[in-house]
């Protein structure tokens, strides 16, 4: 048993304490708690190093200044040190800034003098076989090296903050150390225990000066004040056991300790391939035997060190086997009983095969198609468009559903009243619109604006789509220059109305817009889809498109949106008014065209890049930035990317997944908290478009990775595709 008091005396104690609680304080790291934990630290601080109240260790401060004043620091030097420590915890809480802490090691036994401990006044005799990992110089760079490399992970933003935390940590771990090769040059602070009661006002009062200035800018973080008491104390008691071990050996093994920690407790499931889990592991242990060949042999604890080999192994071992019941629990299925995925997927399959072999395959039938379908003549021009379609081995030649039900509403306008309403709409104020014109007689379309010059490549798709087409009647039109979509009129049955001719645009761009949006809802039919009998086993697939499209049948989707939520940018046009959009929502009336962002190189496939299906990794690909809404508050959770990335990095609170699993000889839907994080590869690589206390929070909620190559998607088998601020230019 070790008692109370040798836990102050026994190296190995301290030496264990020390390595626990530093692995505690990285596992319980939160960068929402960082400023107040370590206020509370510091000013807990004192208290644990045997101080009573600050008042008196004030009073004692001033009779040893007048008794020696030559054995006290400098207020200089106590200042210094205390804003590198308030940098440091500055940066940790609004950075992702750890990625260069093994850099720290190499950096304090250069500035040392020397790679060894400081083992003065004891015996020294028998060293381990580990010790060339820190007592050679370069063999300690070259393992920080791999150690920096590993917490990287090709992810380099936070390497900025890294740096200044690294350096700002070298300053003050160095004025701690009782011998320094160029001590005369940094702030000398030894023995730590002795001027911790003067320093430790001065870092709290620092970080309560930093914290005030942080919420009079940001607001009041996202900080849970219990969780913040606790992490607080652990720190006090990491940072009194710290100096401890530093006293038994130096202060370059709490930097060792502080870099296994954060190795050692980083989450499995975090990690998105399992050769890097291995990886994190092996460095993990890597490090623990440098914290081992770093101490004299007569104060290390062989058997506890032993065990803390299970700090990184037990939960890596713990995933490998979750993930391994997690895919041989999964059910086999047969042709006879297929995967959902697959019964969809082969009856898509059937019914477009079905729809093609449909398709007429002469002018004549085409026509009569046409005419028996939507009860009119062709449009002028529709002979033309059918030799182009067919020479262009277009597979559909009869489906205009979508665009007659588009376009439908216009049938009680005139022609006149038609161009009349797209003039009104081009010269509206923050209308945003081009007005196109297609030359049949060059095949060519050009676009102006009232104040733009770049059309986002709109001619440049028109021209590449209608190439050849001298058959054509010239056309002019309107094209949306903006994401979104713009176009809201009230349905009417009248053959036209005065309301139909008001054609205005307002500004409602960071306001929630679901009642403008669902105002005509009940007010128009709208046609559904039959119901899909395929079995789902209860797992929500969409399997009727026109009916999960509709915002009249779905008010949930007023919470799960952010268009619909708090929209970035929204400037609808109110009227009866042709306008092409790339999107829009199943109660607006713009008619659909494909992006112009389909056309350009950021967005174009090239093969070359592409990987051989064998090699391609088992795994769902995604990255991005938050568009999509406008957060402005707590709000932004409720985002639609938002809420996927959150479900990808296994983020949420109340845990809750839907798995297919073999109950009883049958097929059913089970509830798990378990998450396979190999199976996901899903980062936002930019977070914006939001309030400044937003955009913080959200930082520091998600893991974030530096931007990344376009061509990335093509090494996973599957690639996500969801909504930004309008449509995604990814699609293809």
């Known amino acids: 048993m070790i008692s109370s008091r040798d836990l102050h005396s026994t190296p ?49 401060d001033l009779l040893i200044r007048r008794e020696s004043r030559h054995t006290l620091p400098s207020p200089l030097s106590l200042w210094a040190v205390a804003g590198c420590l308030s940098i440091v915890s500055g940066c940790r809480a609004e950075a992702d800034s750890f990625k ?48 920096t490399l ?37 702030p000398h602070l030894t023995p730590f225990e002795e001027h911790v009661y003067s320093l430790a006002p001065r870092v709290a009062g620092l970080l309560l000066v930093g914290s005030l200035a942080r919420v009079s800018v940001f607001g009041l973080p996202r900080s849970s004040p219990l969780y913040a008491l606790f992490l607080g104390l652990v720190k006090a008691l990491s940072w009194r056991f710290a100096s401890r071990a530093a006293h038994h050996t130096s202060w370059t093994l709490p930097t060792m300790m502080a870099t296994f920690g954060l190795l050692s407790t980083r989450d499995p499931v975090d990690i998105t391939f399992e050769s890097q889990a291995l990886l994190n592991v092996a460095c993990a242990l890597l490090c623990l035997g440098q914290i081992t060949g770093f101490m004299p042999r007569q104060i290390r604890s062989t058997r506890f060190l032993y065990a803390c080999i299970m700090l990184p192994v037990i939960p890596h071992l713990a995933n490998v086997v979750a993930i391994y019941h997690a895919r041989n629990d999964a059910p086999t299925f047969t042709a006879e009983t297929p995967h959902p995925v697959v019964a969809f997927y082969n009856k898509a399959q059937q019914e477009f095969e079905n729809q093609s072999s449909r398709q007429s395959t002469t002018f004549e039938i085409a026509s009569h198609n046409y005419q028996t379908k939507y009860g009119m003549e062709p449009p002028p021009g529709f002979g033309e468009w059918y030799d182009a379609a067919r020479s262009n081995d277009s597979p559909l030649i009869d489906e205009f559903d979508s665009l ?14 038609v161009l009349d309403a797209m003039h009104q709409a081009k010269s509206l104020p923050g209308s945003d619109l081009w007005l196109c014109t297609f030359s049949s007689t060059s095949s060519t379309t050009k676009c102006s604006h009232s104040y733009r010059t770049f059309d986002r490549h709109i001619s440049r798709m028109f021209n590449n789509i209608l190439v050849n087409f001298t058959k054509l009647p010239d056309v002019t039109f309107l094209v949306n220059h903006i994401d979104e979509p713009r176009v809201l009129y009230q349905p009417s049955s009248e053959a036209s109305s005065p309301h139909d001719r008001r054609i205005t645009v307002e500004d409602r761009g960071r306001q929630p817009i679901w009642g403008l949006l669902t105002k005509n809802c009940g007010l ?72 112009p962002a389909y056309t350009e190189l950021e967005f174009l496939y090239d093969e070359s890049r592409d990987v051989d299906w064998g090699r391609k990794r088992d795994s769902l690909y995604w990255a991005g930035s938050t568009t999509g809404g406008f957060a402005l508050d707590t709000h932004w959770q409720l985002f639609h990317r938002q809420r996927f990335v959150e479900l990808t ?29 190999r199976l996901f590869d899903v980062v936002f690589t930019r977070i914006f478009q939001c309030q400044r206390k937003a955009c913080r929070d959200q930082d520091a909620y998600f893991n974030t990775k530096s931007w990344v190559d376009k061509d990335e998607a093509l090494k996973s088998k599957l690639a996500f595709d969801i909504d930004g601020n309008g449509i995604s230019g990814r699609y293809y």
């Open 12 to 60: 190995q104690a301290s030496i264990a304490l020390a390595l626990l609680l530093t692995v505690a304080t990285s596992y319980l790291f939160r960068r929402e708690d960082e400023h107040l934990s370590e206020i509370i630290c510091w000013a807990c601080l004192p208290i644990i190093f045997g101080a009573n109240t600050f008042i008196e260790q004030a009073r004692a």
């Open 100 to 147: 260069l802490l093994p850099v720290l090691t190499p950096l304090l036994l250069l500035a040392e003098g020397g790679p060894k401990p400081n083992t003065q006044g004891r015996d020294t005799t028998g060293t381990s076989k580990l010790a060339p990992l820190s007592s050679k110089l370069w063999i300690a760079a070259l393992v920080a090296a791999l150690l």
């Open 150 to 186: 590993v917490l990287i992970d090709r992810n380099y933003s936070g390497l900025v903050p890294s740096g200044v935390v690294t350096g700002a940590s070298f300053i003050a771990y160095v004025s701690f150390y009782s011998r320094l090769k160029s001590g005369r040059f940094l």
């Open 404 to 417: 007659y039900q588009t376009i439908s509403p216009f049938w009680r306008l005139s022609g006149s009243q």
């Open 524 to 595: 128009e039919k709208r046609e559904t889809e039959g119901q899909d009998n395929t079995n789902a086993f209860g797992l929500p697939f969409v399997t009727n498109i026109s009916s999960a499209q509709d915002l009249c049948q779905h008010p949930e989707y007023s919470a799960s949106h952010g268009f619909m939520m708090r929209p970035v940018s929204f400037r609808p046009i109110h009227g009866l008014v042709p306008i092409f959009s790339t999107g829009k929502l199943s109660s607006m009336g713009d008619i659909l065209i494909p992006s």
């Open 649 to 677: 990095q296994n983020l949420r609170t109340n845990k809750g997944y839907h798995y297919l699993r073999m109950k009883g000889g049958v097929v059913q839907k089970v509830k798990s908290s378990f998450l396979d994080g």
